[in-house]
C-alpha cells in the first residue's frame, strides 16, 4: 500500500544561526487521493463534506476513510476565509483566515474538533469534522484542495 509522506519545513536564519526545522510524518496504507482547485468569490461554497456513506457528490467524503487534508491558498494577493464545522448534532463553527500562500493541514476529522464557547476549553469530547467551507473576502482567490484516504 502506498504511503504519504507529508514534511513541514521553516527555514529562518536570525543573528546568523539557523533556528528552522524540517518535520516529517507518514501515513500508512492510502488507497486514493482527492486533488483539485477551486475559483472562490465572496460568495460562501461548501470545499468539503464529511458524511458516514457519501453519496455521489464531489464533495462529499467519508468521515472514517479521511487520513489528512490540506487546503492552500494559491492567490498572491487576496485571502480566503475558511469555515470549519463541526458535527450537526452539536452545531458550532470556526473561521480561519488563510494569507496568500498559506495553508491549513487536518489529520484524520473523525473525533477531531471541539468547539466551545469559553476561554477554559475542556479539552475533551472531541466530534467529527463535518464541513469545510470557503470564500475569498475581496475579490476571487484559488484554493488548492488535497485529501488521502484509505
Known amino acids: 500500500m502506498p504511503t504519504l509522506t507529508?514534511?513541514?519545513?521553516?527555514?529562518?536564519?536570525?543573528?546568523g544561526r539557523s533556528r528552522g526545522v524540517e518535520k516529517s510524518y507518514t501515513?500508512?496504507?492510502?488507497?486514493?487521493?482527492h486533488e483539485s482547485s477551486r475559483v472562490l468569490t465572496t460568495s460562501v461554497q461548501k470545499i468539503i463534506t464529511m458524511v458516514d456513506s457519501p453519496d455521489d457528490s464531489a464533495l462529499a467524503l467519508d468521515v472514517q476513510l479521511v487520513k489528512y487534508i490540506r487546503l492552500t491558498n494559491l492567490d498572491d494577493t487576496d485571502i480566503?476565509?475558511?469555515?470549519?464545522i463541526q458535527t450537526v448534532e452539536t452545531a458550532g463553527s470556526v473561521c480561519i483566515?488563510?494569507?496568500?500562500?498559506?495553508?491549513?493541514?487536518a489529520g484524520p476529522p473523525e473525533d477531531l474538533i471541539k468547539i466551545e464557547a469559553s476561554v477554559d476549553p475542556g479539552h475533551a469530547s472531541f466530534l467529527d469534522l463535518q464541513t469545510i467551507e470557503?470564500?475569498?473576502?475581496?475579490?476571487s482567490a484559488k484554493l488548492e484542495i488535497f485529501v488521502a484516504m484509505v
Do not use: M, Y
Open 27 to 33: 501515513i500508512a496504507r492510502i488507497e486514493s487521493v
Open 6 to 15: 507529508v514534511t513541514h519545513t521553516e527555514s529562518i536564519t536570525l543573528d
Open 97 to 105: 483566515k488563510l494569507l496568500p500562500g498559506e495553508s491549513f493541514v
Open 134 to 139: 470557503a470564500k475569498a473576502l475581496t475579490n
Open 80 to 84: 480566503i476565509s475558511l469555515g470549519i
